[in-house]
């Protein structure tokens, strides 16, 4: 059936599970990556304000 299906777009088989990256999966991996490391921060920081005892 890979064999039909590549014939059909006419690419080589192995084709068909190779990831070209592209800018903009880039941008999209680090947009993501930020959201994460930002989140932790503000996480990190409530946690310290509220556990404060000062």
């Not at 070209?20 to 994460?36: F, G, I, Y």
């Amino acid at each position: 059936m890979m064999e039909r299906i590549s014939k059909a777009l006419e690419i080589e088989t192995y084709k068909l599970f190779t990831v070209k990256p592209s800018p903009e999966n880039a941008m999209r991996q680090l947009h993501d990556t930020l959201v994460e490391n930002i989140e932790q921060v503000v996480r990190d920081a409530i946690k310290k304000a509220i556990t404060y005892k000062g």
